[in-house]
């Protein structure tokens, strides 16, 4: 048997709870514009919404699983065995499972938990079981899809609130998660507040072009007037 010695950082800076609170009533879509804006890569693919109507905005808490070598018996932890110590209400989990489709590292007992914990949601590069429990609890999962199978003698924490992987993007403790029917994505911490700004300003621009257009301007009309597409460019 050899060591197992998991990474654990338990203290995380999160941003300000009014600024986790201000991109929760944006839309997925705009606040992507504004990452273009600062080219800043942050747009989450291949990792879709599980539960339709349900929206995260928060920060993340990050989980790096590893394969269990064949010759170990039996997993030592998951994430279930930190989530009192490390979560906070409103923070969102983010598993780095490395894609791996083919077992699971997340169902309905640790969705309970985090349910119970205040948790806004889980966004997993990896696939989890118990949907249909987990639809009825209406909890916001983000994941690769479902499988039956058993992550339990496969997997073990490598790290917990270190920097990780889902969908190509770089995530670190802290970012901002925000998801929605549309999609997912991941604003830097320290960007935040820049995002946001931005964000704001795309999403009031094509406000005013549906005004418009209801005021009986024509469409191109409008789109020009609110530069719509030079929203995404840098100033």
């Given at each position: 048997?050899?060591?197992?010695?998991?990474?654990?950082?338990?203290?995380?800076?999160?941003?300000s709870?009014?600024?986790?609170?201000?991109?929760?009533?944006?839309?997925?879509?705009?606040?992507?514009?504004?990452?273009?804006?600062?080219?800043?890569?942050?747009?989450?693919?291949?990792?879709?919404?599980?539960?339709?109507?349900?929206?995260?905005?928060?920060?993340?808490?990050?989980?790096?699983?590893?394969?269990?070598?064949?010759?170990?018996?039996?997993?030592?932890?998951?994430?279930?065995?930190?989530?009192?110590?490390?979560?906070?209400?409103?923070?969102?989990?983010?598993?780095?499972?490395?894609?791996?489709?083919?077992?699971?590292?997340?169902?309905?007992?640790?969705?309970?938990?985090?349910?119970?914990?205040?948790?806004?949601?889980?966004?997993?590069?990896?696939?989890f079981?118990?949907?249909?429990?987990?639809?009825?609890?209406?909890?916001?999962?983000?994941?690769?899809?479902?499988?039956?199978?058993?992550?339990?003698?496969?997997?073990?924490?490598?790290?917990?609130n270190?920097?990780?992987?889902?969908?190509?993007?770089?995530?670190?403790?802290?970012?901002?998660?925000?998801?929605?029917?549309?999609?997912?994505?991941?604003?830097?911490?320290?960007?935040?507040?820049?995002?946001?700004?931005?964000?704001?300003?795309?999403?009031?621009?094509?406000?005013?072009?549906?005004?418009?257009?209801?005021?009986?301007?024509?469409?191109?009309?409008?789109?020009?007037?609110?530069?719509?597409f030079?929203?995404?460019?840098?100033?």
């Amino acid at each position: 048997m050899g060591d197992y010695n998991p990474v654990v950082v338990k203290e995380v800076s999160r941003p300000s709870r009014d600024v986790v609170d201000a991109f929760k009533e944006l839309s997925t879509p705009n606040i992507s514009d504004s990452l273009e804006r600062t080219r800043i890569s942050g747009v989450i693919e291949g990792i879709r919404p599980m539960v339709q109507g349900v929206r995260i905005a928060g920060p993340a808490i990050t989980v790096r699983y590893v394969p269990l070598s064949p010759a170990e018996q039996g997993t030592k932890e998951d994430i279930g065995d930190y989530l009192f110590d490390l979560a906070q209400p409103g923070d969102v989990i983010v598993i780095d499972n490395g894609g791996v489709t083919s077992y699971t590292c997340w169902g309905d007992i640790l969705t309970f938990t985090a349910m119970k914990l205040g948790i806004a949601g889980t966004v997993i590069d990896g696939v989890f079981r118990d949907y249909d429990n987990i639809l009825r609890f209406r909890y916001p999962i983000f994941a690769r899809g479902t499988i039956p199978r058993t992550g339990k003698d496969r997997l073990q924490i490598d790290g917990i609130n270190v920097a990780v992987q889902a969908g190509g993007v770089l995530i670190m403790p802290g970012d901002i998660i925000v998801g929605d029917d549309t999609g997912l994505l991941r604003v830097p911490k320290e960007r935040a507040s820049e995002v946001l700004r931005d964000a704001k300003e795309i999403e009031e621009a094509e406000r005013m072009i549906i005004e418009s257009v209801r005021s009986g301007k024509t469409l191109r009309e409008a789109r020009q007037q609110y530069r719509y597409f030079q929203l995404q460019r840098s100033k």
